[in-house]
């Protein structure tokens, strides 16, 4: 089951550059929560902060709270731990080109230890039918390789890999952006249906795909959170004019 | 700035629901002059705008579609299309009533000149203004002028109850002037809907300017008033 992800005070830096400043939120849980706004602003930095991937550059930075559930994952926890219960997905779909469908997803178990056969197999079929790619595949699972896929299949191994080790938050970075309309219609069902079992934040440049598929919404400008709401709210009458113009097309 | 072409669609609609609503605005002043001089001329001229006011509501209409399909508006564009859309359909009704007042005038033309209990033109006069305020209110945005209008809509409706008691006496005490009493009395009705489209157009213009939807907050507190006053059931606003 997801967990509610609960942001305080929240500061980052590449170098000198304070991308992210003073964010607090509540994201829930078992919800979809979209964040827009324009390139630069820092909606991306953001989401790495939540698994901890901003730090693994050398001269990042981060300071403040990120409790997810119970446990701040900024106060002593190992990123190892944490990147196992936030699954995440980006862009570009980033399968491992050599491996077969079965063993992309499988990758995960593995690392963390996994060997047994009966476990490996039945998480690899739960996986990929809740990424909604099992009757696609099923056939040739030690066959193919992940890139043998087209796009939108190999994102929804992603997926697959990233539900395999049971994960409770689920990051997209602009999931949808490379893959054509149909494919991009699956990815929205399937985060429809994955966001009663995980939490799932997805950054999106799309605000219409925003609107179908998140609860809440969150626009951030100039490492700001300048507003977070419903996304009903967000869309038809903002609070804040800086997002009734970025939304309406007045900049951005 | 961006999505210029987008943003001049907008005021192109915008304009394009403004000479709509000038001609739905004429024609009620013109049907109720037609009504005060016995003009039949006047009457010609409501009933050849009505076809050119049916023919900018389709216009309006799809324009408004193709931008929804098209642009998928968000926040107050969304709020701004789906009012124009609202207050179109107000619009062509207003130059329906119009058409109706001028059609029992032309019937009114055919009897003996009558001295009826009502004073249509001073109903009109208020029916008038609140169509002027609600469109002004949507040319400035002006949410508080538009609220304004929703004040006046009470005092349109007494004058209509007020019309159908005197009215029905005469049909009931001077049978001979039944005619000419029942062609006053759709007259105010059509006054009365007049006023209706007027509030539902200020309605529409807060909806879009603030984003409240303030429709029906006043009909229970309307129907209380109603009961208390025997008369026509008034339309909804």
Redesign the interface.
Known sequence: MGVSIEVTNLNAWYGTNHTLQEINLNIPANHATALIGPSGCGKSTFVRCLNRMHETNPIARVTGSVKMGEIDIYAGAKPVSIRRRVGMVFQRPNPFPTMSIYDNVASGLKLNGYSNRRVLDETVEQSLKKSALWDEVKDDLRKKSGASLSGGQQQRLCIARALAVDPEVLLMDEPASALDPVSTSKIEDLIFELKSQYTIVIVTHNMQQAARVAEKTGFFLNGRLVEFDSTHKIFTNPSDKRTEDYITGRFG | ???IR??QSLEDLKENLLVMAGLAEQAIQRAIEAYRVRDMSICDLVTRSEVAINRMERDIDQAALDLLAME????????FILSVIRINADLERVGDAAKSISDRVRQMDQLPLAELPVDIPRMATLAEEMVRKSLQSFIEANADLARSVLTMDDAVDAMNRSAYKNLTRVMEEQSHLAPQALSALMISRSLERVADHATNIAEDVIFWVQ?KDVRHHNSVIAKQNAAQTPGPPTGAA
């Not at chain 2, 998928?72 to 709020?79: E, I, K, T």
């Open positions: 700035m961006t999505r987008f943003h998928q508006p968000m926040a107050s564009d969304l709020r984003g």
